[in-house]
């Protein structure tokens, strides 16, 4: 292997380790969020540290993306190298995106890159889709199962990030609840929210340790 691709190799762990390490931390903030008696003071706070950490596997997600692509050309998967830098300039946009969105909390523009966000989500399921169908039909096996897996895999992710917005999104209406004096209402959605929330997370962690485990051993 070239020292470029063993480069990519260690920018691809390192994303994986700011990946999980950061989503770890996501998931105990929000169930310190989700603790029965705190005032909404203190769970918005919280809140706002756990959307200061979830930025990290947000932009390691983006990140792998395109570190990936660059491994299995220069493995010697059939990509086109050309398709290969517009994922690179994709996930480069993307992840300015993201940061705009972070750092420009409610304001009117972030309201449609939000949307655009969400488009971009359903765009890459079905690229990812569309890629691993692809590749399973070239003749030959030219491309080994393994590989095609792990785009299954990475399309699992995607879907299973999307249904983990939804359930963070549901905080708004339990906080709303709590702050209008409907104690038993706001605990009992933020505890619905934190059970579904925390499935999701297991599922993610699963999928993310199945795609590394496809790309470090290639079983088959």
Known sequence: MSDSYQWLRFAHVLLFAYWLGADLGVFLAGGVMSRPGLPVPERNR??????????APR???????????????????PLPPVAVAVTWGLALAWIVMALVIHFGHARAPVA?????DLACRVALLAGFSGLAWR???LPGHAVPDWLILKLVVVAAIVVDGMVLRVYSGQWRLAIERLSAGDVAGGERLLGVRRRKAATAALVMWALVALAAFLGAVKPF
């Open 112 to 116: 449609r890159l939000l949307r655009i």
């Open 135 to 137: 590749q399973w039909q």
């Open 46 to 55: 919280i809140r706002a540290l756990l959307m200061d950490i979830d930025l």
């Open 59 to 77: 932009i390691a997600l983006l990140g792998i993306l395109p570190v990936g692509f660059q491994m299995a050309l220069q493995w010697g998967a």
